[in-house]
């Protein structure tokens, strides 16, 4: 019997102990399945939203009152653990869960009619929502979004291009960032593009190294009318509402990393047991058997830091520059961890359809998505005091 790095013995709570059982369950049953077919296919089905939130999946950590299951970030951790360590991959969390960046600034504004028409059937699995903030022009630099909505009577006109949207293809609104004002942060605002809108387009679907069944759009807005209700929140906050939304982002990608860094550990693990080199299971030699536990004490560092930063934010502290560096080592985690795993599987590793060349393969967007290493490492360094 080989331990876990996801050891959770430090969390007793029998409702997340179900939780992770459904989590378990549904993975099982519901994706590893057909989850090479949806990375050929390039996207998920509606269908599993429908029975992701059927399970109780899709609204953990979503207020009751606007149509979630309750909970908190510690709940939607274990979830989504859960769902790693029973063979989902990050690409698949990616796509099924992009309510989690969509829907936050539409729940937390309080706004019935925004979350009646938008929160409410998405948690239902009945809606699909994407968040569109990085642009052809640039994506560290939320501050220099160029996308114009200009206000004419009771409707916004928009005008701009969005990249790299996860979800974009099959979603039916974009919670898009625009710019009502003037230059700068202040200048931003938060509006709900509805698919179908004349002028919206999806220009393109981007083929890309790893996420395989997480569809990403380029999306066009050409004179889109968009009724001014709406506008999340008030105009001119947009930029806040995302940066307070991004340390949830930022602290589920780190999830991401240590997860897909503990399912390739594991069947690192489980490989070296049964694979034999030299007349002996290849965990029987010495180097073998310390990298293992390299692998495994990488993990569980990672994972640890994550969840102490994550019951701060429950708690209500300020963590932003906590949630930077718990992202960044849970992503020197995949990286280490999904390459080493690779290596250990020799040239089975490198085949398509094994599953740790996809966890290698998605481990490398999350440096880069949510927040690049190097900004997110900036923005630390001015929290932290690190300044001249
Ligand atoms: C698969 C995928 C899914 C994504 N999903 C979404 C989504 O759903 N919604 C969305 O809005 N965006 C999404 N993104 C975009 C993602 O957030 C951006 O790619 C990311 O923010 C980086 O922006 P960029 O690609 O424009 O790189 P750039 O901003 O052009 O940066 C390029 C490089 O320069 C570095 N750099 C930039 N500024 C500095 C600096 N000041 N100092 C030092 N180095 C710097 C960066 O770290 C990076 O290494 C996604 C991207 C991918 C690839």
């Keep these: 019997m080989i331990s876990t790095p996801l050891d959770h013995r430090d969390e007793p709570l029998d409702h997340r102990e179900a939780l992770r059982d459904v989590a378990r369950e549904f993975t099982r049953r519901e994706v590893v399945p057909h989850l090479q077919e949806w990375e050929d296919a390039g996207e998920v089905p509606r269908e599993l939203h429908r ?23 510690l709940d939607s951790i274990a979830l989504q653990e859960a769902m790693f360590e029973a063979g989902a991959s990050s690409g698949l969390m990616a796509a099924l869960f992009t309510g989690g960046i969509a829907l936050p600034h539409l729940a937390a504004s309080g706004n019935p009619d925004l979350v009646d028409r938008f929160v409410r059937p998405t948690l239902a699995g009945e809606l699909i929502g994407s968040l569109a903030v990085t642009e052809p022009g640039g994506g560290s630099d939320v501050a220099a979004v160029r996308t114009t909505a200009r206000r004419e009577g009771d409707e916004y006109v928009v005008n701009g291009t969005k990249t790299f949207i996860t979800s974009g293809v099959r979603a039916d609104f974009v919670t898009t960032a625009v710019r009502t004002g003037g230059p700068g942060h202040a200048g931003l605002s938060l509006l709900v593009v509805e698919k179908g809108t004349p002028g919206l387009t999806v220009d393109r679907s981007l083929a890309k190294l790893g996420w395989h069944c997480s569809d990403t759009a380029e999306l066009g807005y050409a004179d889109v009318r968009v009724p001014g209700a709406n ?27 240590y997860s897909i860094a503990a399912r390739s550990l594991a069947l690192a693990a489980s490989y ?67 390459d080493e795993a690779v290596q250990l599987h020799g040239g089975t590793g490198y085949l398509r359809g094994t599953e740790v060349e996809r966890h290698y393969r998605d481990a490398r967007i999350l440096p880069i998505g949510g927040g690049s290493t190097e900004v997110l490492t900036d923005l630390a360094a001015r929290l ?4 001249p």
Excluded: N, W
């Design 384 to 387: 932290l005091g690190y300044t």
């Design 272 to 338: 070296t047991r049964e694979r034999e080199a030299f007349g002996k299971p290849l965990v029987a030699h010495q180097v073998v058997r310390h990298r293992l536990v390299e692998m495994h004490r990488r993990v569980a560092v990672a994972r640890s830091y994550t969840h102490a930063v994550a019951a701060r934010h429950v708690a209500g502290e300020s963590v932003i520059a906590e949630a930077c560096l718990a992202k960044q080592t849970g992503i020197e985690a995949s990286s280490y961890v999904c």
């Design 51 to 73: 029975a992701a939130a059927r399970q109780g999946l899709l609204g953990v950590s979503f207020p009751e009152a606007v149509g979630g299951e309750g909970g908190d970030l």
């Design 231 to 257: 506008l999340v929140g008030e105009e001119g906050t947009g930029f806040a509402q995302i940066a307070e939304q991004f340390v949830v982002e930022r602290i589920a990608l780190a999830v991401h990393a």
